[in-house]
């Protein structure tokens, strides 16, 4: 089928930056989108941000101007982090399979911890 494999995640101080990438692989066709999203203990799971095939981009609120995704890789920039920024990020992708069949995917998740 599709894998997604994330990597980057880690400890860092609050300010602090990290880089998330998201590498897919096996029986894809196309991807139309891909997306980071966030759990937090006790919280649910959120949209981080997203990126279509085409560039258009969204983020929440709370990480505009600090966190930027590109497509390659999915990779997230995350800068001036913050100790609510604490989570655990998954990769999501939209992909439309070799069989054609457009599916949405998810990694194992990176944990994230912003702490001084």
């Known amino acids: 089928q599709v894998q997604l494999v994330e990597s980057g995640g880690g400890v860092v101080q609050p300010g602090g930056s990290l880089r998330l990438s998201c590498a897919a692989s096996g029986s894809i066709f196309s991807i139309h989108a891909m997306a980071w999203h966030r759990q937090a203990p006790g919280k649910e799971r959120e949209l981080v941000a997203r990126?279509?095939?085409g560039g258009s981009t969204n983020y929440v609120d709370s990480v505009k101007g600090r966190f930027t995704i590109s497509i390659d890789n999915a990779y997230l920039q995350m800068n001036s982090l913050k100790p609510e920024d604490t989570a655990v990020y998954y990769c999501?992708?939209?992909?439309?399979?070799?069989?054609?069949?457009?599916?949405?995917?998810w990694g194992q998740g990176t944990q994230v911890t912003v702490s001084s």
């Open positions: 990126i279509s095939a």
């Open positions: 999501n992708a939209e992909i439309t399979t070799r069989a054609r069949i457009r599916l949405a995917f």
